[in-house]
């Protein structure tokens, strides 16, 4: 066993690669480009709550925020495709954002719980 160990050379990850050069091998194994993978868990419970509360919405409500925030149609816009006036548009919309807003302070509270 150790003839084996003995072939084996251990080298520090912060030592430079060549001595004339500054890059070492913990600079070769990070990836300064990639998310962290507590983002990438917050991500996808931000995107399952949303997902949640959208489908808790009244149908008007999820309609309003889809032809809004998907077809970027204004308020009059949505407001004639709907037959409702711009202001009960207005008034569906704040309630869905309310809403949802509600649903994302009870997903930020739980996982401010579990840290």
Do not use: W
Request: charged fraction near 35%; charge should be negative.
């Amino acid at each position: 066993m150790l003839q084996e160990v003995a072939v084996m050379t251990l080298c520090s990850l912060e030592d430079p690669i060549r001595e004339e050069e500054s890059e070492t091998r913990l600079t070769l194994l990070v990836d300064e480009k990639a998310k962290n993978p507590d983002y990438k868990v917050r991500e996808f419970f931000l995107k399952d709550s949303l997902t949640k509360g959208i489908e808790k919405l009244t149908e008007k409500e999820r309609t309003v925020v889809s032809l809004l925030y998907y077809e970027d149609l204004s308020l009059s816009e949505i407001a004639e495709v709907m037959s409702l006036s711009p202001s009960r548009i207005s008034q569906l919309h704040s309630k869905a954002i309310l809403r949802l807003r509600g649903t994302l302070e009870k997903q930020r509270d739980l996982l401010m719980c579990n840290d």
